[in-house]
Each structure stands twice: as structure tokens, then as C-alpha cells.
């Protein structure tokens, strides 16, 4: 059922998610307890979430072993970035489900795998700005720039990181499934990382 109050929508660092699917799994458990809190009193929740840390974790696994053997292939960025809704989303989604069930309050929650409509003339194509994956020194970063077409900025004085483009959201595409999982009573998560980042084209996305 429906809870009686407003609905809000929680976002989540992914740099708060932790550094392994181990780690994020414990963190995402107390977080979990936050949440249905809010839940409890009454709170309809749309969770969101970052994915720096861990679409950068996922495209460097894959650029690694496509590197050093011939059956696994390159993954592109949006693919890893699917992906990485899809684990981070389901750890939350179990999450929340067991403290639902743990104070016998009746909701289900729903992971959705988002696409976000961007204009393929945003700016921020031109000049990469959002950090992903792993820290690095930077001769490695620069090597590594080098050598995989990548673009590679100093963050924060913390070391070097490959960074992405972040264009401004136009639309998500998934928003009336959003909208009435939400109506329906659902916990929804939803948009993780800001959605994998789509074309709109007279033939669909892209």
C-alpha cells in the first residue's frame, strides 16, 4: 500500500557506496534502515544513486581482461554503466526488501534500469568533466590516456582519474514506469549514475 505522506527522492553518492560489491553490500544495509525509517512514517521513496566508482570498476575490468585475452570484449561505457544500475540497484533494492519485511511492512520495492535523454550538441561532450573509476599517479594516468584515447583530469588533489562527459538531463525515458510503480506503492530505485545517456532519433534511442 501507498504510504499517507509526500513522496522524496534520496540520492546517493557513489563514493559513499564503498570500493567493492562486499563493502557496498554492508553500507547499502544501513542505509536501508534510513530509508525504511521514512518508509515507516508514512514517506513514499524514489531512490537514486551515483555510480562513479563502480562503472569505472566494471569498464576496467573488462578493458583489462579484453587486454590479455582474446574472448572477452572491450565494454562501452554505456553498457557499464547498465550494469552498474543493475548491481547497485539490485544490493539496494534487497536491502530495503528485507528491512521492509524485517518490521512486517507491506511494500515491494522496483529496480529500474534508466535511460536519460541527452542533445548530442551538449558542450560537455567537448570538455569531460565527471570522474569515474580508480585513482592514479600521473604518469600512470597519462600513459594510460595514451594508450586507450581516454581523458584523464587531476581530481581534487586526490590523484588522477579518467573523466567522462556529464551533459545537462533533457528527459528519462522510464518515467511513467517510475511514476506509476510509485502510485502503486512501490519502493522505486531508479536512475542510477544519472541513467546511461541516450540520443533521441526519429528511429528510437541511441
Given at each position: 500500500?501507498?504510504?499517507?505522506?509526500?513522496?522524496?527522492?534520496?540520492?546517493?553518492?557513489?563514493?559513499?557506496?564503498?570500493?567493492?560489491?562486499?563493502?557496498?553490500?554492508?553500507?547499502?544495509?544501513?542505509?536501508?534502515?534510513?530509508?525504511?525509517?521514512?518508509?515507516?512514517?508514512?514517506?513514499?521513496?524514489?531512490?537514486?544513486?551515483?555510480?562513479?566508482?563502480?562503472?569505472?570498476?566494471?569498464?576496467?575490468?573488462?578493458?583489462?581482461?579484453?587486454?590479455?585475452?582474446?574472448?572477452?570484449?572491450?565494454?562501452?561505457?554505456?553498457?557499464?554503466?547498465?550494469?552498474?544500475?543493475?548491481?547497485?540497484?539490485?544490493?539496494?533494492?534487497?536491502?530495503?526488501?528485507?528491512?521492509?519485511?524485517?518490521?512486517?511492512i507491506m511494500r515491494s520495492t522496483a529496480c529500474i534500469v534508466t535511460q536519460t535523454v541527452v542533445d548530442e550538441d551538449d558542450p560537455a561532450f567537448q570538455n569531460p568533466t565527471k570522474p569515474v573509476g580508480a585513482f592514479m599517479d600521473e604518469e600512470t594516468a597519462k600513459a594510460k590516456a595514451e594508450a586507450m584515447g581516454i581523458t584523464v583530469k587531476e581530481d581534487a588533489g586526490r590523484g588522477w582519474r579518467q573523466v567522462v562527459a556529464s551533459p545537462i538531463p533533457k528527459r528519462i525515458v522510464e518515467f511513467d514506469a517510475v511514476r506509476d510503480l510509485v502510485e502503486d506503492g512501490y519502493v522505486v530505485v531508479s536512475t542510477g549514475g544519472g541513467g546511461v545517456p541516450v540520443f533521441e532519433t526519429e528511429n528510437g534511442y541511441v
Open positions: 500500500e501507498k504510504g499517507n505522506g509526500k513522496t522524496a527522492v534520496i540520492a546517493l553518492g557513489g563514493n559513499a557506496l564503498g570500493n567493492t560489491p562486499q563493502e557496498q553490500l554492508e553500507l547499502v544495509q544501513n542505509t536501508a534502515k534510513h530509508i525504511v525509517d521514512m518508509i515507516q512514517d508514512g514517506t513514499n521513496v524514489v531512490v537514486s544513486h551515483g555510480n562513479g566508482p563502480q562503472v569505472g570498476m566494471i569498464n576496467n575490468a573488462f578493458a583489462y581482461a579484453a587486454a590479455n585475452d582474446d574472448k572477452t570484449p572491450d565494454m562501452p561505457f554505456p553498457e557499464a554503466g547498465a550494469m552498474s544500475q543493475g548491481y547497485i540497484g539490485y544490493q539496494l533494492s534487497q536491502a530495503i526488501l528485507n528491512d521492509l519485511k524485517s518490521r512486517d
